[in-house]
């Protein structure tokens, strides 16, 4: 079965603290992307990340991509506030599918 | 600017009531994706189309259809709404043939069927 796991699934941290967002998947997959969610909103594209090695930053959260372990991480440093947010990677199917699998999120609270 | 537009935010049917969620974009974009969201089961697919009236089933496409009769905008249909399918509706679209594949979604509907 395809699966996208992330973990935490909640994480409650400190301001100015940092925490990395895990992003485990099953398969095969050419692009790794990651995505925030406001409470009530939708999806907001944070990353794309295209190959082995890519690592990508804005601000205070980096992301990077092993495609050999097959893992995603995106990095807070220095938390604030305004970063409280639902964090979702998802990876897109082989070429040719248009199918993207998404993670179960992962919930964060920046306590100030 | 990518814009793609949902036409309710929030809405509220009865069981068995025929409902149509609409979806438009505005940059000329193949694929067009409906998800549903809900609390810990992340994002799942219900159907996507990379064509004017084409289409393919998702993960979950049992209750619902879609309609694709123009590019720009993509239905997604309930022929007989029940509670199980109330959830937020989530609707994006990716161009084709871009390296990134990149997906910009809409605003979503939040559906309520009582």
């Known amino acids: 079965e395809l699966k996208v796991e992330q973990n935490p699934l909640f994480l409650s941290m400190q301001e100015g603290k940092n925490y990395t967002i895990y992003c485990n998947y099953s398969?095969?997959?050419?692009?790794l992307y990651w995505y925030r969610q406001d409470p009530g909103k939708s999806l907001e594209s944070l990353f794309v990340l295209l190959s082995n090695g890519a690592v990508k930053q804005e601000g205070r959260l980096m992301a990077s991509l092993d495609t050999k372990a097959r893992l995603s991480t995106l990095h807070i440093t220095a938390a604030v506030h305004d970063l409280s947010a639902t964090y979702f990677c998802?990876?897109?199917?082989?070429?040719?599918?248009?199918?993207?699998?998404f993670g179960t999120g992962t919930r964060l609270k920046v306590l100030a | 600017d990518v814009k793609v537009t949902q036409s309710s935010r929030y809405l509220v049917k009865r069981t068995g009531e025929k409902v149509f969620l609409e979806c438009v974009q505005d940059?000329?974009?193949?694929?067009m994706f409906w998800y549903r969201q809900d609390p810990g089961l992340g994002l799942r697919l219900i159907y996507f189309s990379y064509d004017v009236k084409m289409k393919e089933k998702g993960d979950i496409p049992e209750g619902y259809s879609v309609s694709r009769e123009k590019k720009e905008r993509f239905s997604l249909i309930l022929e007989s709404a029940s509670t199980n399918q109330t959830s937020m509706y989530l609707c994006a679209s990716t161009p084709l043939g871009q390296i990134d594949n990149e997906q910009f979604f809409g605003p979503g509907t939040r559906l309520t069927v009582l």
């Open positions: 398969t095969t997959s050419d692009r």
């Open positions: 940059m000329d974009h193949e694929n």
């Open positions: 998802a990876v897109d199917m082989p070429s040719g599918t248009y199918k993207y699998i």
